[in-house]
């Protein structure tokens, strides 16, 4: 499909350094973006889809880069079914397995952790719930683990290993499994703060710097956060990439953030939702930590969407996150909210409001055009312009 957004107020690209794009176009085919600012008339004309945005805000999809997922879209923690669908109206493109840990019954022994991980990979590849593509796939790290293991599932293709819901008697357990994920070629992630789950270890500063995992999952608490006086350690005594959760401590969420500004350490600067989990199913969670750091953390906006979409996808080698030739085509659309006393997205995301999302797009075919029926309506009307498809891209209103 051949799709186009024209009229745009604004691009932003996900990338902090240079946060906007020029222009007020974006041109899609073949699920990746072809060009980003400048878009000739000429090339409109034999586009599928053009989409008027009626001078609304472009940014990339947003990725969350902790949920847990299980089989399909259902989550057995909440037991709700379409829980990854309703993401895509809270403009989340792109979700990152945290672990199988809510598979009813789930396996602990090597056999079994490698079993489950390879399984919800390919259970993944090609289903893609409400148009979202879905990272699963994330052996959960238990006793007995050894290399050779991580060498099996790495040629299945799993290519995430999670750490803190093993039955390890220390944290430090962890420390050589970590290091053979590695060496395979593994993301690592480790839960970071006090226990969440029955059985499990809370994890501080010292663990991790021993450990040195390429993610320390909600950083800020999940929900539980850690000593304040942790976060400087890590902030300035390893290279770990620090990620924040809307289910977290919102104090440490905004001292993070401070932190890691003032570090120039921004890059390592993450969020997530750390859903769905015992604090529910939150299909706004990243738009909502987006205002939170902007608004109580005077970051700006675009920084904060940055965090949320180029951070991630650096951090995860993931093809999305920016809006640039040759990325993922993943554009989500979006807008001040209608009755509120802002009159755009940024504007509206300072002001401690969430975002209208009125279009999202994945993989280049649009899921929705006007609005989201998780938020209210954009201030601007979001339409469809031209259209040789047969499809109704208005989607479900609530």
Same mark, same amino acid.
């Given at each position: ?70 089989? #399909? ?18 403009? =989340? ?70 750490? #803190? ?166 554009? =989500? ?66």
């Amino acid at each position: 499909m051949r799709t186009a957004i024209v009229n745009l107020g604004r691009i932003l690209s996900g990338d902090w350094r240079n946060p906007f794009v020029q222009g007020d176009a974006i041109l899609m085919e073949g699920g990746l973006i072809v060009a980003a600012g400048k878009v000739a008339d000429s090339e409109l004309t034999s586009c599928d889809v053009v989409i008027d945005a009626g001078g609304a805000t472009a940014i990339p999809g947003l990725i969350d880069s902790q949920v847990h997922n299980t089989f #399909g879209d259902y989550t057995p923690r909440q037991k709700t079914v379409g829980f990854l669908e309703s993401y895509v109206h809270g403009g =989340v493109t792109t979700a990152i397995s945290a672990s199988e840990v809510h598979v009813p019954g789930r396996p602990k022994d090597p056999a079994g952790v490698k079993a489950l991980a390879v399984a919800a990979m390919k259970c993944f590849e090609h289903f893609r719930p409400g148009g979202m593509r879905v990272w699963a796939g994330a052996v959960i790290l238990e006793p007995g683990l050894v290399e050779s293991d991580f060498a099996d599932i790495a040629r299945d293709g799993v290519w995430l290993a999670k750490a #803190g819901f093993g039955a390890v008697k220390t944290p430090y357990e962890y420390t050589p499994m970590i290091a053979a994920a590695k060496k395979h070629g593994m993301t690592t992630l480790v839960h970071t703060g006090g226990s969440s789950i029955p059985g499990s270890s809370g994890i501080w500063a010292d663990h991790l710097i021993d450990m040195q995992p390429d993610v320390s999952f909600h950083t800020n608490g999940g929900p539980v956060a850690m000593p304040d006086e942790d976060y400087p350690r890590l902030v300035n005594e390893s290279r770990i990439n620090l990620q924040v959760c809307t289910a977290g401590n919102l104090r440490t969420t905004l001292w993070l953030g401070r932190l890691m500004r003032d570090a120039d350490q921004f890059d390592r600067f993450l969020i997530a939702t750390d859903t769905p989990t015992g604090s529910g199913i939150m299909p706004l969670g990243m738009m909502y930590t987006i205002s939170h750091l902007a608004s109580l953390g005077e970051m700006p906006v675009e920084m904060a969407i940055a965090a949320a979409t180029g951070n991630n996808a650096r951090v995860y080698k993931r093809n999305s996150g920016f809006i640039a030739a040759g990325r993922d085509a993943d554009v =989500v659309i979006v807008d001040a909210c209608v009755g509120g006393s802002r009159n755009d997205a940024m504007s509206a995301l300072a002001n401690g409001d969430i975002a209208a999302v009125a279009a999202v797009i994945t993989d280049g075919v649009p899921r929705f055009v006007g609005r989201s029926r998780n938020t209210p309506a954009p201030m601007k009307t979001v339409r469809v312009a031209q259209n040789r498809v047969p499809h109704d891209f208005s989607g479900a209103a609530h």
